[in-house]
């Protein structure tokens, strides 16, 4: 049974010459998610341990749910999850390039999308602002496309699906009205 003051690391075996170390619940690279909210996935990407009260604390950037970072946590909060599949992957790497501040679909197209000087806020899907959904280069249906560019960012696959929540990008033209 754990403590309180090390339930954030795992007790390794100390030599004869010194006490037992221990080690922290998650490693750098590793994938957690958010207890308290299943929606929100990331990576750790920084591990410190605080000796006066035996913790560790993790800074995770989170790619899905709240993107940015990284955020700090304590192992309280963080719960371990297994290696992503391929739609887990592509939604976790769109994250990534939102909190860097480009389009999402830079991660399908390999080229640099910059998002609208008027685009909403990538942290909030409910923030005013310009969004993909208002756009009427964003062609709606069970896959929604962008169609800018004479259908240049469109593909066969999963990776250009424009979600209608995501900040628009430079091409963003308001959808007229009917």
Same mark, same amino acid.
């Not at 501040?101 to 310009?130: D, K």
């Not at 964003?138 to 896959?143: A, F, K, L, Q, V």
């Given at each position: 049974?754990?403590?309180?003051?090390?339930?954030?690391?795992?007790?390794?075996?100390?030599?004869?010459?010194?006490?037992?170390?221990?080690?922290?619940?998650?490693?750098?690279?590793?994938?957690?998610?958010?207890?308290?909210?299943?929606?929100?996935?990331?990576?750790?990407?920084?591990?410190? +341990?605080? @000796?006066?009260?035996? !913790?560790?604390?993790?800074?995770?950037?989170?790619?899905?749910? *709240?993107?940015?970072? $990284?955020? =700090?946590?304590?192992?309280?909060?963080?719960?371990?999850?297994?290696?992503?599949?391929?739609?887990?992957?592509?939604?976790?790497?769109?994250?990534?390039?939102?909190?860097?501040?480009?389009?999402?679909?830079?991660?399908?197209?390999?080229?640099?999308?910059?998002?609208?000087?008027? +685009?909403? @806020?990538?942290?909030? !899907?409910?923030?005013?602002?310009?969004?993909?959904?208002?756009? *009427?280069?964003?062609? $709606?249906? =069970?896959?929604?496309?962008?169609?800018?560019?004479?259908?240049?960012?469109?593909?066969?696959?999963?990776?250009?699906?424009?979600?209608?929540?995501?900040?628009?990008?430079?091409?963003?033209?308001?959808?007229?009205?009917?």
């Amino acid at each position: 049974m754990t403590s309180r003051s090390d339930q954030h690391s795992l007790p390794l075996w100390g030599n004869s010459s010194g006490p037992a170390r221990y080690r922290p619940l998650f490693t750098v690279g590793e994938r957690v998610g958010y207890v308290r909210d299943a929606a929100w996935r990331g990576r750790v990407v920084q591990v410190a +341990a605080d @000796p006066d009260i035996g !913790r560790h604390h993790f800074w995770v950037v989170w790619a899905v749910g *709240r993107p940015g970072g $990284p955020f =700090e946590y304590t192992a309280a909060a963080l719960a371990r999850l297994g290696e992503a599949g391929e739609d887990a992957r592509r939604t976790e790497r769109q994250g990534r390039y939102l909190a860097s501040g480009v389009h999402p679909l830079t991660a399908a197209l390999g080229h640099p999308v910059p998002l609208h000087a008027e +685009a909403a @806020p990538a942290a909030s !899907r409910t923030a005013p602002g310009r969004r993909c959904g208002s756009c *009427r280069f964003r062609r $709606p249906g =069970e896959y929604p496309k962008c169609t800018a560019h004479d259908g240049a960012r469109i593909t066969r696959g999963a990776g250009t699906d424009v979600r209608a929540w995501w900040p628009a990008c430079t091409d963003h033209e308001p959808r007229p009205r009917p």
